[in-house]
């Protein structure tokens, strides 16, 4: 069987990507997804079961039950059919050259960072970005390779990480722009123009795995690092977190307090007030406030977080 559109995805994002070509350019031939066996073995932040796009909108829904796209049953689905054109939305996995070679117009994702591709490469790049405190993303749309993120771009668009952005927010901005560049693609697809831009001026940097225990918040670091960090891993990720003892604190949210105030009878870490149940805690530069988090036990003025 020929596929036409197909789109590769995991994520409540890929099933916002489906319904708005659905609803806005046309159709989506296929979904492919993991079974959800693969949870067990795999870290993925954001998940969403798709197969209830076929009842919406009578998408057929392929479940691998392997994240890499390598199990026997896949490869056997991938070599007896063939594909137009993918687009890859919340697939944090490489996709398989054997794979690729089946779209005849090829398969495009998305990856960005404060610079231009082959800059900021590798993992979790919207994460970085506001741990990093970033102040824009530019997001490209491109064709993949084997390689992770090469600079075959179609096209990009930028767009601005402001002081009160979360990972979420940051998600919503993605959203918007990918559906942009989709709608360019699906255009050009259409006309038989797709053009990439392979030649490039920036250089190559990359961006590391990211894991839950690299949340862990540190009150001597600076304010503005511990802030980054809070509304970098927010949920829908697993969160910023820290120790009352050997109770762990999960924080969701915080924003700067103050850095003027005399807190110097304060350890860095100590609860120095408790106003409407959120925490003012002393940093190595000032104070944050802790707006949500939780915690197994009360949290009181005079406590230690480490």
């Not at 590769?8 to 031939?29: M, Q, R, S």
């Not at 490869?75 to 089946?102: C, D």
């Not at 969701?252 to 860095?268: C, I, N, R, T």
């Not at 002393?282 to 944050?288: E, P």
């Amino acid at each position: 069987m020929n596929y036409g559109l197909v789109v590769f995805g995991v994520k409540d994002t890929t099933a916002e990507i489906v319904t708005y070509i659905e609803k806005n350019i046309g159709k989506v031939d296929l979904v492919v997804t993991i079974h959800p066996d693969v949870l067990a073995g795999n870290q993925v932040s954001g998940y969403q079961g798709l197969s209830w796009l076929t009842d919406v909108y009578k998408i057929p829904v392929f479940e691998t039950h392997s994240y890499g796209l390598k199990d026997e049953n896949t490869r056997k689905f991938f070599e007896e059919n063939t594909f137009e054109i993918g687009i890859s939305m919340g697939w944090q996995r490489l996709i398989p050259g054997e794979i690729l070679n089946r779209f005849r117009h090829g398969v495009f994702g998305f990856h960005g960072s404060c610079g231009y591709l082959p800059f900021g490469r590798g993992r979790s790049p919207l994460n970085w970005s506001v741990i990093s405190g970033d102040s824009r993303f530019v997001l490209n749309l491109f064709q993949y390779d084997e390689g992770a993120d090469s600079p075959n771009v179609f096209a990009n668009e930028m767009f601005a990480i402001n002081p009160h952005d979360t990972i979420r927010t940051l998600q919503y901005k993605n959203i918007l722009v990918s559906k942009r560049l989709i709608a360019r693609l699906l255009q050009a697809w259409k006309q038989g123009e797709i053009s990439v831009k392979k030649d490039f001026r920036d250089f190559d940097s990359w961006y590391g795995k990211r894991t839950q225990a690299d949340g862990k918040l540190d009150f001597h670091d600076r304010t503005r690092n511990l802030y980054n960090l809070i509304r970098g891993v927010t949920a829908p990720f697993p969160g910023a977190f820290c120790f009352c003892g050997d109770e762990k604190v999960t924080v969701w949210e915080a924003h700067p307090f103050d850095e003027m105030l005399d807190f110097s009878m304060y350890a860095p870490g100590e609860i120095i007030d408790k106003f409407d149940g959120k925490l003012i805690v002393r940093t190595v530069d000032g104070s944050l406030l802790l707006d949500k988090w939780e915690c197994e036990k009360e949290l009181m003025p005079g406590d230690i977080l480490v």
